[in-house]
């Protein structure tokens, strides 16, 4: 069945580091991919979304390109701040239901 | 306008012990989903509804566990005689009308079954 796996976390920066959160995928053609992050206390909230191969979503500073040759959806943003600290989540989304498959989520905690 | 929103935010129980979870999608929004956050699992794809109609049922972990959605709208998670395993968040989402639409979720309901 069709599966994400992320990098394992925890991921600690400094302040206004470069953050990539790797992101792999099976799927039986050609999903929608997103990311979603998970603020401390708060619910799941769409961070960015990319729905066909060479598609880059992007939001919040935050990038992602979906990859088709590497079944991957890497998020990577250039200079992280403290506000950022959150888990980060890669789902795909079935294409007959549109029900999300996540991977395992990622944890960021970014110091000053 | 007003998100979805769940209820309770946070239930305990007791093992054996039946338990209702609502969710209130946001308004005109045909799909809606319920998902499982456990620390050993997770977030989990439970079941999907399209209107009143369950087409993808195939997260529900047992036959304890069952949801109805009513009028196009609300939905009630149920789960029967709870375990310790069943403790967990559950969290609810909608969509416009499902496929590849983004999906907004609730603040989850906090289950503790002791």
């Known amino acids: 069945g069709d599966s994400v796996t992320q990098m394992e976390g925890p991921v600690t920066l400094s302040e206004e580091a470069f953050l990539t959160i790797n992101c792999t995928y099976t799927a039986t053609g050609y999903p929608s991919l997103f990311w979603y992050v998970q603020y401390p206390g708060e619910g799941l909230q769409l961070l960015l979304k990319?729905?066909?191969?060479?598609d880059k979503g992007s939001n919040k500073g935050f990038e992602a390109t979906y990859r088709k040759e590497t079944t991957s959806f890497h998020l990577e943003k250039g200079s992280v701040q403290v506000s950022d600290s959150a888990v980060y989540f890669c789902?795909?989304?079935?294409?007959?239901?549109?029900?999300?498959?996540f991977g395992q989520g990622t944890t960021l905690q970014v110091k000053p | 306008g007003a998100g979805v929103s769940q209820s309770p935010s946070n239930k305990v129980t007791e093992k054996g012990k039946d338990v209702e979870l609502r969710c209130d999608p946001i308004?005109?929004?045909?799909?809606l989903y319920w998902y499982r956050q456990s620390l050993g699992q997770g977030l989990e794809f439970l079941i999907y509804f399209q209107g009143n109609s369950a087409p993808d049922k195939s997260g529900l972990p047992s036959d304890r566990f069952s949801a109805e959605r009513t009028g196009g709208s609300v939905s009630t998670l149920t789960i029967q005689r709870t375990q310790q395993e069943d403790s967990a968040v559950y969290l609810c989402?909608?969509?416009?009308?499902?496929?590849?639409?983004?999906?907004?979720f609730g603040p989850g309901t906090r289950l503790t079954v002791t």
């Open positions: 789902a795909l989304s079935d294409r007959i239901t549109g029900k999300l498959i």
């Open positions: 990319a729905t066909k191969a060479d």
């Open positions: 308004s005109g929004h045909t799909a």
């Open positions: 989402a909608s969509s416009a009308t499902g496929i590849q639409d983004e999906q907004y």
